[in-house]
């Protein structure tokens, strides 16, 4: 199984950027999707949490609002768009997502906020 972010880059603070997430190579279902990020020397911290049902997501408290997190089921793909970002939004931004037996993570996609 593999789990593929794109979307991050370098924005001044106040602008937007969209994160995207593919999982691709599961023979089962994928359950909940999200994202995490990950500052070097920090723990990692829950940004959006999407589950598979209609349930509503859950954000991180630091978002505020300002995120939108959403997935296709049937495509297993899930994005995440950010709005007016903040330089400590700057992080690598992980998807994950859960299978039957086995949590799948990607590798990253970095988030640069200038001031």
């Known amino acids: 199984v593999q789990v593929v972010e794109s979307g991050g880059g370098l924005v001044p603070a106040g602008g937007s950027l969209t994160l995207s997430c593919v999982v691709s190579?599961?023979?089962?279902?994928?359950?909940?999707m999200g994202w995490y990020r990950q500052v070097p020397g920090e723990q990692r911290e829950l940004v959006a949490r999407?589950?598979?049902?209609?349930?509503?997501?859950e954000y991180g408290d630091f978002v505020k609002g300002r995120f939108t997190g959403s997935r296709d089921n049937a495509k297993n793909t899930a994005s995440l768009q950010m709005n007016s970002l903040k330089p400590e939004d700057s992080a690598v931004y992980l998807c994950?997502?859960?299978?039957?037996?086995?949590?799948?993570w990607g590798q990253g996609t970095q988030v640069t906020v200038s001031a």
């Open positions: 190579g599961s023979t089962s279902r994928i359950y909940t």
């Open positions: 994950y997502a859960e299978g039957d037996y086995w949590d799948y």
């Open positions: 999407l589950p598979r049902g209609g349930e509503s997501p």
